[in-house]
């Protein structure tokens, strides 16, 4: 039987597989050794926790994770035999053995971060309440109103309580920095609920910091820095006040646009275990208090994220994927590599030939700056032709944000249908070191754009994509570069989709939210004096020399790019006859969650290439 043509190959990887892929956010330990973890299914987050041998359990149905401050992310903590999550504006206490949660906080503003004391008898947590963000701590038992013990920053994240009782450390920073621009490490005395003065131990604003972690026998806080081109895990001794370096030059901060993010975790009172991120695949490092660095292949899997070390020392928890490997909650046993399986975000069903694994490729920049992106060939290997293939080439969002060697459902889809996948990481991504990220500074809307562009030659000088077939896709800011290269550069692509997208750098800038008040400024700049390159560089305004067929999809309920950026295009395009598609989803916010809204978005999508793509 002949093979089918590119982009119509049979694929076993369904649009129904990858809508009801579950989430995993965090993995975390109990002090009892009750392994937890966030799962998402479809619009739903749960908590689950599983002990010893025990099957795992939910520990409730009748509601939802959902953390409230930022973009979300930091849940839950671990206490003694109980659990403190955020759903409804509020803390809740859930035990981790039968027993359902109570509420231990008002239900007003957003909460995120919780961090149990050792006693249990306490939780800290970032809260946010009309425009004001501050530490808050609270009797775990509900039994008084929780009390601000820091305030005056404009943010705060990733509190940190010392095992034995004495220290509270967390991160801060202010307008007009974003957590990967410069924050503050400050270290403070801590009694029974009651925070003391703080003192200022590292990090400003040029220089990020990240994840104050104290040792099990509370003499050290380890934290990371990026005070160079790339990163440093640091040690502070309590005892001492020395700082040394255990890490130097690799590449660990993760851009932190969510709360309750970890990079490395204490295994034990004299070891860590770190992750690198190396060019968008993990690796695994074993260090010492006294500074020896061991590597670690992670195989089978590719990229590992948000470490934790069991109270016994002896195992570390990941969420682990590979490019053939959806999302596991997995638990390592450094000392006999062994990995254990504890849940699986699909059925594993589709056979490894059909999931296609990412190549790194680069290429300079007009300003000689090497740019990269992964590229996925169209699987099997087995059914390509000689020809080359019709391509989709994905901006990411963010636009502080990187595509990695993680398993990519988006990628697993289309290329398993005959089409090139192409994850472009432009310059202002993360995971290629500082001077990198920064590159977007007040270019956002020129580099980006010119990168898109430039792969395009790229992929049809090396063979890799047929010039003439070639899509973009993005969303949120990806969504902006898309509108971006249809409006500047019409013609390199065949065809656009634009998923929320951002389409008025003004009303951005006026609408958004507190998280990204500033974010504008400083990746276009500050107005009224940047305002000829905000018009130059949104795309509402040059939204009539869109000329490619293009699809739009939109949430209703979206507050981060409301529906209005992309009403104002279509609009556009329906007075020009541009061939369009226009979706809006109800129910849904900035980011698609609800399955039948994902089945609805991929089956629209590969219409729409069928059309206009491969036709």
């Known amino acids: 039987m002949p093979t089918p043509p590119y982009g119509l190959w049979p694929s076993p990887f369904s649009v129904t597989e990858l809508a009801h892929l579950r989430r995993f956010d965090d993995v975390q330990w109990a002090p009892d050794g009750t392994l937890l973890w966030s799962e998402g299914r479809g619009a739903q987050s749960l908590l689950l926790a599983q002990r010893r041998a025990q099957a795992p359990r939910e520990l409730f149905r009748d509601r939802s994770l959902k953390p409230g401050v930022g973009y979300g992310g930091g849940a ?40 149990v004391s050792p006693d249990g008898r306490w939780v800290v947590f970032v809260h946010t309440y009309e425009d004001t963000d501050v530490l808050a701590a609270g009797p775990t038992d509900g039994s ?17 309580l010392s095992p034995d009782g004495r220290h509270l450390a967390w991160v801060e920073w202010d307008f007009p920095q974003m957590p990967w621009d410069g924050t503050r490490l400050m270290l403070a005395p801590w009694d029974a609920g009651r925070s003391g003065a703080p003192r200022h131990l590292a990090g400003d604003d040029d220089t990020p ?11 050290y806080l380890a934290y990371l820095a990026q005070d160079a081109d790339r990163d440093t895990l640091y040690l502070y001794d309590l005892e001492s006040g020395q700082t040394r370096a255990l890490l130097r030059d690799k590449v660990m901060l993760p851009p932190a646009w969510r709360q309750g993010l970890r990079a490395f975790t204490w295994l034990d009172a004299r070891r860590l275990v770190a992750l690198e991120n190396r060019l968008g695949f993990s690796r695994i490092w074993l260090v010492t208090v006294d500074g020896q660095a061991t590597e670690v292949d992670p195989a089978p899997y590719a990229w590992l994220r948000q470490p934790a070390a069991a109270p016994d020392g002896q195992r570390v928890a990941f969420l682990a994927s590979a490019p053939h490997i959806p999302e596991r909650v997995v638990v390592w046993h450094p000392a006999s590599g062994h990995w254990d399986i504890h849940a699986r975000a699909s059925t594993e069903s589709v056979p490894p030939e059909h999931l296609p694994t990412p190549e790194p490729i680069s290429w300079p920049a007009a300003d000689g700056t090497l740019v990269h992106a992964l590229y996925y060939a169209p699987v099997p290997a087995s059914w390509r032709s000689s020809a080359p293939p019709p391509a989709l080439v994905s901006i990411h969002g963010g636009p502080t944000s990187q595509r990695m060697a ?58 890799l994509a047929d010039p ?94 409301p529906p209005d950026q992309s009403e104002r295009i279509v609009e556009v395009l329906r007075r020009n006859r541009v061939p369009h598609l226009y979706k809006v989803y109800e129910g849904e916010g900035h980011g698609f969650r609800k399955p039948e809204t994902l089945e609805d978005f991929y089956r629209s999508i590969e219409r729409f290439l069928q059309k206009y793509v491969l036709g």
């Open 406 to 463: 993680a398993f990519n459902p988006q990628a697993a889809y289309f290329a398993s249908r005959g089409y090139a996948y192409v994850e472009l990481n432009y310059r202002g991504s993360t995971g290629y070191g500082r001077r990198y990220m920064l590159a977007l500074r007040g270019r956002w809307g020129k580099v980006d754009v010119e990168d898109a562009v430039t792969l395009a030659r790229v992929l049809a000088e090396r063979g």
């Open 76 to 115: 839950f903590g671990p206490g003694p035999d109980f659990a403190v999550f955020v759903a409804d504006g509020r803390l809740y206490r859930q035990p981790l053995g039968p027993g359902m949660p109570t509420p231990i906080t008002p239900a007003f503003g957003g909460a995120a971060a919780p961090v």
């Open 144 to 160: 008084q109103w929780p009390q601000r013990i820091a305030q005056g920053a404009d943010f705060y994240m990733q509190p940190a």
């Open 209 to 219: 910091v990240f994840q104050p972690a104290f040792s099990p026998d509370g003499r």
């Open 468 to 561: 003439e077939r070639m899509a973009i896709m993005g969303g949120s800011a990806g969504g902006y570069t898309v509108l971006n290269v249809l409006a500047r550069h019409p013609g390199v692509y065949r065809a656009g989709i634009d998923f929320y997208g951002v389409s008025d750098l003004f009303a951005l800038n006026a609408d958004t939210h507190k998280f990204e008040r500033h974010y504008t400024a400083t990746l276009v700049g500050t107005l009224p004096e940047a305002a000829d390159k905000y018009r130059a560089w949104s795309p509402v305004f040059h939204a009539d020399k869109i000329r490619d067929p293009i699809a739009v999809f939109q949430g209703l309920e979206d507050k981060v790019v």
